[in-house]
């Protein structure tokens, strides 16, 4: 199978890298929207319009499957993407919201969503965990977490300051839903932080998801990934080399 | 006179605040391209593509004068704004070389210019100053800044810790370049860290630029302003009512 992942950026490596490690496509085309770069503060309608945009590209493609790595686009695009694409798209939240089911039985345990504003206000998780029986949910947008990882910064002072500053009111979490593709290089931080909450990540999520959904490749020796971005290819592939290694 | 102020989001807001508290223009027609801020972390052609479009917004006002009040604009793509505007272009770069000049005398003075990564790699500022005689130059993009500001944090820990881990190496500047129209707004906190040094703001330097080289408006008595955004404008017109009061 040929799966294509969109991301806003380079944040969706993070889900690239679970979807190597687990061989479940022979090939991934990467898009990653560099030159417009955070969507996650952008509004609905913008982001629906870059995400259409993204389809387009897959198109060339001959794709099998269109992975939306980005909270954001999963949050507000996936339906009109499904509209015009001639392939599947998932997006990344119905992901979580099972992967998270299969770690919390639960219905009263707290759980905490972490998203940008984008995502946070969309609501997307909330909604899902509510009709799953959910009830005793927080989210919270803290939005230095993506800068701060984008400026190679993955432990120390700034992030644990950071990390008070947005925590500084939450006690024990059961589980954390690590909704944003920059937060699992976080998440040993996180983790330290919440000793005994179980952290959701999206790419682990949606291995689990499309090989439970959609079936996967058996019997091949490594994924080829080919990677392009609206700007700065380059940084792309070096950050990839970086991410991925190992 | 009417001027336009453009910026790559609302940051540019700090300049109109110079150009309102001076009473330079009658009428100031603000575009802030929300949509796809931050461009300090873009590529030049992007910049310039960017840049371009937003010339084409400000023919349909009948400006007489547009200043880019982004430091990452003025930094690359004001020679190409200049070749298809029908009015006046400036910068807020050499405006502010000027500004230096008229506070520090002694060319072997260490000046730190601080900046978007954009604006540092373009090293626009440092040509201006070696042109001018100074030699003691550092150049650094605390990246972070920016979306700690957009975060609505001016002061306390986070900018603290942030401030020690990019100014760690640096002693005693005698001036200070606030490259981006972001940094003005945690100046005091920049001058807690740099307690003797000469603070160089760009929308008090455009002023004397402008008074000094283009004429401007006397006997009126409010500048009428207008407020546009590629994105929502109501976010624009909320920060300026907390930025522009007083």
Not at 68 to 91: D, H, L
Request: proline share 3%.
């Amino acid at each position: 199978m040929r799966a294509g992942v969109f991301d806003s950026g380079v944040g969706g490596l993070t889900v690239v890298k679970s979807l190597i490690e687990k061989k479940i496509f022979k090939e991934i085309i990467y898009f990653g929207d560099t030159a417009r770069v955070p969507y996650g503060v952008k509004d609905k309608n913008t982001i629906i319009r870059y995400s259409l945009e993204a389809v387009e590209f897959f198109k060339n493609f001959n794709i099998d499957i269109l992975i939306a790595a980005c909270n954001s686009v999963s949050a507000y695009a996936i339906e009109e993407m499904r509209e015009v694409a001639p392939f599947k798209v998932v997006g990344v939240i119905e992901p979580g919201v099972k992967a998270l089911q299969r770690k919390i039985d639960d219905k009263n345990a707290k759980i905490l969503i972490l998203g940008t504003k984008a995502t946070i206000s969309s609501k997307k998780y909330e909604k899902l965990l509510i009709k799953e029986g959910f009830n005793n949910l927080i989210s919270i947008a803290p939005s230095l977490f993506v800068p701060i990882v984008e400026e190679g910064i993955f432990k120390g002072e700034i992030l644990e300051v950071t990390m008070r500053h947005y925590f500084k009111n939450i006690e024990n979490p059961k589980a954390v839903i690590l909704g944003c593709t920059h937060f699992p290089l976080i998440k040993d931080e996180i983790q330290k932080y919440f000793k005994s909450a179980a952290l959701i990540h999206s790419g682990e999520a949606i291995v689990e998801y499309i090989k439970s959904n959609y079936g996967y490749d058996k019997n091949f020796s490594k994924t080829d990934l080919k990677l392009f971005a609206s700007e700065n290819p380059e940084n792309l592939k070096r950050v990839a080399r970086l991410w991925l290694k190992g």
